[in-house]
């Protein structure tokens, strides 16, 4: 592993640009569904199960402020796709859903074990 300057500790220090953006609810969401091909964002919204379409526009709105997502508009239609930059994203968030398959289970069964105790 890569040694950086600073301390994920300091305010400053760029890991913690990283952390803000995965730990966003919907944004690891998004960016995979923008992994295969641009989608507009109603069709987004039907990919995405739970979403509100606010809550959709709010997360491209903040992955474009960090230069992932880019907005198309093209002949009166909008489609949103990623940027070479938000594809870099794309193996963390492999590793992240490999894990989640493996170990989402137990991660299951511990909260629900929690819930049962007095």
């Known amino acids: ?11 400053d220090c760029p890991a913690r640009l990283a952390v803000e953006i995965i730990a966003d609810k919907w944004a690891v969401v998004v960016l995979y569904a923008l992994s295969r091909k641009p ?9 995405i199960g739970g979403i509100s379409r606010k809550m959709l526009t709010q997360t491209l709105r903040r992955l474009q402020g960090y230069g992932l997502v880019e907005r198309h508009a093209v002949g ?12 870099t994203l794309l193996p963390p968030i492999a590793v992240l859903t490999e894990w989640s ?14 819930q049962n105790c007095p």
Do not use: C, I, W
């Not at 964002?41 to 990919?47: K, P």
């Open 1 to 11: 592993m890569a040694a950086y300057p600073g301390s994920v500790f300091l305010a």
């Open 39 to 47: 989608r507009r964002h109603g069709e987004l919204a039907g990919l």
């Open 76 to 87: 009166g239609k909008v489609a949103y796709a990623l940027t070479d930059l938000g594809r």
């Open 101 to 114: 398959h493996v170990h989402g289970g137990a991660v299951a069964e511990f909260q629900e074990s929690q």
